[in-house]
């Protein structure tokens, strides 16, 4: 911030209130419609399911995850 200070230390400028309704460009520069989202996509349950089974039988996680599943409070070695 100090930096930023001593840049704008060098420019004689002031600062003027205009009321949203009358700053026209600045409104039209922020409802610009190329900034809206192109597209929007949602992960269904399946993926998750599958995501879920891919753990369950992997030889190294399956254990952990099946341990984890049973909610036991079990000493893990």
């Known amino acids: 911030m100090a930096r930023w200070l001593s840049f704008f230390a060098e420019y ?10 009358l700053n026209v ?11 809206e989202l192109a597209h929007i996509s949602q992960v269904t349950t399946d993926l998750y399911d599958c995501i879920g089974l ?21 000493k893990v070695e």
């Open 12 to 21: 004689n400028f002031r600062f003027e209130y205009k009321p949203g309704k």
């Open 25 to 35: 460009l600045a409104d039209a520069l922020s409802r610009r419609p190329d900034y």
């Open 54 to 74: 891919g753990y369950r039988n992997d030889a190294s996680l399956g254990p952990l995850v099946r341990f984890l599943a049973a909610g036991s409070d079990v």
